[in-house]
């Protein structure tokens, strides 16, 4: 019985009209140089909050938190560059279970502490309390992907905001 749908991994001779028509789709989902450029401005603003707040952890979970974050290595890579394990590094990023509660873990502390800060600056109009509200809501776990874009956006533009100010 012949089946309605190909085989997506054979090989697929195409004419040129349809390698035209392929790079067509292609290149109308691709990001226009200004998303290029806002995507990676609102890459730079998390980062540049991000370390605000890495002084605040302990040495190690600094050293794992740039490997991770910032240079993107995975926690293997981490873990050969460290001489370490893997589960330490885990245990470093996320925590670990003692007496069935989860402790440590430089994530969770990074979340604490943007959270009080926000907190303790509420109410303050200023554009830096604004943007760390925003990050403090993109840290909410239950968060979708629409409203963490929605606040990158927000986030972006305040901090424009800031800087203009600055200058």
Known sequence: M???LEDPYKEKHLTPEQWEQEAFRLWQWAES???????????HIVRLVAVHFLVLLSRRQQQVVRLYCLDGLTQVEIAEE????????QQHLMGKLRNGRLVGGAFRRLRKLIHKEAVAREGRGDPRTRILSLFDKLLDSGITRRRAR?????LVREAREIFSEEK
Not at 82 to 89: E, K, N, R, S, W
Not at 150 to 154: A, G, Q
Request: net charge negative; charged share 30%.
């Open 2 to 4: 012949a089946h309605d």
């Open 33 to 43: 140089p200004e998303e290029v450029g806002e995507r990676l401005e609102g890459e």
């Open 82 to 89: 460290l001489g370490i394990t893997q589960q330490t590094v």
């Open 150 to 154: 929605e606040l990158i956006n927000t």
